[in-house]
């Protein structure tokens, strides 16, 4: 497996978590996405929407990571990342939609990008905006982690969930967001990154030194 990342992209480091999670080998290529290494033609040509991660894996290329999670999750189902019972997994999925869906794209380069080149968007604006969804997010993450977790965001093991909780606590701390009012997802996350220590970013080939 290729993993085609950016170490401080939270996408990409929720494929990190589940593919340490699941003991997995992968090899990466990097992008950087801040001088644009996600539009070269070469990798253009992988993923068309020029955005990571992308997965390459027998001569195929998945792309959106809660796309290949559940892929993994298909393919790899040992140790389970979902839990076995119907009404468990739509709690999964639901908790990971309040952020990589609802939170996370109001967040991320390409946004905060636009607000400023093409709204004029001071730097005080791009936090209070991004400090606003992910305190959002993070709000509602924390009813359902404190509602249904047990050590992790569902239950007493980690899930997908857990895959999606830590980036957005990760991204909050970068963009100086206070996290305490989430202990429930804090405990959490400080649980899985114990497990997947070698997803961190600060780890990643390609993070800053």
Request: net charge neutral; proline share 7%; aromatic share 8%.
């Amino acid at each position: 497996m290729i993993l085609h990342g950016y170490w401080r992209s939270g996408a990409a480091y929720r494929v990190r978590i589940a593919l340490a999670l699941k003991g997995l080998a992968y090899r990466q290529v990097t992008h950087d996405l801040r001088t644009g290494g996600q539009s070269d033609p070469a990798y253009a040509a992988l993923n068309p929407q020029r955005l990571v991660p992308a997965l390459e894996v027998d001569g195929q290329v998945l792309t959106q990571s809660v796309a290949i999670l559940e892929w993994l999750e298909d393919r790899y189902p040992t140790p389970p990342l979902l839990p076995a019972d119907a009404t468990g997994r739509a709690i999964v999925r639901a908790t990971i939609a309040t952020i990589a869906t609802d939170t996370h794209p109001l967040h991320n380069l390409r946004t905060l990008s636009l607000l400023r080149e093409q709204f004029g968007a001071s730097d005080a604006q791009v936090a209070a905006w991004t400090g606003h969804w992910l305190i959002l997010g993070l709000a509602a993450a924390e009813t359902l982690v404190a509602r249904h977790g047990d050590g992790f965001a569902y239950g007493d093991r980690p899930t997908l969930a857990d895959c999606i909780l830590v980036p957005a606590l990760y991204s909050a701390r970068r963009f100086k967001v206070d996290v305490a009012p989430y202990p429930h997802c804090v405990a959490a996350a400080e649980r899985t990154t114990a497990l997947a220590e070698a997803a961190h970013p600060d780890r990643q080939p390609d993070a800053d030194r």
